[in-house]
């Protein structure tokens, strides 16, 4: 079964993935071989100092070298690389994308908030999804927070907001970007009845320590009772009793409040937390664009 590769360069963190695909374009089995993620935190740089500073360029450059060494011994059929908030924000991203791909030999989108939200939520995910029920998908990143609601088997509106983690933990995210988000809010679920369905680390972690499984529901209580214990625990403290990694012992706490935001403002009472994010979406864009062209051969 042919093998795919996924590079996501988000504002906290780095991702590659490799994984494979049995089955058929109607029901496709997903086999993850290898996943390996790097804290190198470029939000740090871009949403203070609105460029990628040398000592990051250079971290960044070594880990895109590393992950194509990795990607060549599990020779796929095909490889995705994509940025997200941070580098789209960064004066130097273009040149860093060039640098990469001249270094590496890998081409490095940069997306638009709107296309991580499409392409995280084309995923199977959406086979799955009642289409009588109206959802609001909620991605939070490190950058930005992608907003999506989806009602009838198809999107109805969405918005991507530069508000994430990394920005309210840098002191970056202006009060009128939270009005923005409140007035889409209110606006688009004033009277609907919505279900959210959550993507990314944070809110897997917050799932597995409230200790729920996987595509169960997380209410909005759980969740503020969560926020507030974590609220109240200092960094150690967060990485002792829960077992988690120092940067995302930084960085749950503004992700559970963005969620709480959210879900308030939406009038959410409850959260699905299936576990899937930009590298899934990706990896499932090349299966199909590999079906689609497996016969002409392109």
Request: with cysteine; glycine share 6%; charged share 25%.
């Amino acid at each position: 079964m042919p093998r795919f590769a996924a590079i996501d360069i988000g504002s906290n963190a780095m991702r590659l993935m490799i994984a494979r695909i049995e089955g058929t374009e109607d029901s496709p089995q997903f086999h993850k071989e290898a996943f390996f993620r790097v804290p190198l935190r470029l939000g740090s740089d871009v949403f203070r100092l609105q460029r990628l500073s040398k000592e990051t360029q250079i971290k960044l450059m070594k880990t895109m070298e590393a992950f194509r060494n990795l990607v060549e011994v599990f020779e796929p059929v095909s490889l995705k690389a994509c940025a997200t908030s941070a580098m789209r924000d960064s004066i130097n991203g273009e040149d860093m994308v060039a640098a990469i791909k001249a270094q590496t030999g890998i081409s490095l989108d940069i997306i638009s908030g709107s296309d991580e939200a499409d392409l995280i939520f084309s995923t199977h995910i959406r086979k799955t999804l009642d289409p009588q029920q109206t959802y609001l998908f909620i991605d939070v990143g490190g950058g930005s927070t992608e907003l999506m609601l989806y009602s009838g088997a198809r999107v109805l509106n969405s918005h991507s907001f530069n508000i994430g983690t990394v920005r309210i933990l840098t002191d970056a995210v202006d009060t009128s970007e939270w009005d923005s988000m409140r007035a889409w809010l209110q606006a688009n679920l004033t009277d609907v009845c919505a279900i959210g369905i959550g993507s990314g680390g944070n809110i897997n972690r917050l799932n597995r320590i409230a200790k729920k499984d996987e595509n169960r529901v997380l209410k909005r209580a759980k969740l503020q009772q969560m926020y507030k214990k974590l609220r109240s625990m200092d960094v150690s403290e967060r990485i002792s009793t829960f077992r988690i990694k120092p940067d995302r012992a930084e960085v749950i706490v503004p992700a559970a409040h963005i969620y709480l935001q959210v879900m308030k403002w939406g009038g959410i009472s409850e959260i699905k937390v299936p576990k899937f994010g930009l590298v899934d979406g990706l990896v499932y864009q090349q299966y199909h664009h590999y079906l689609n062209h497996a016969d002409t051969g392109k």
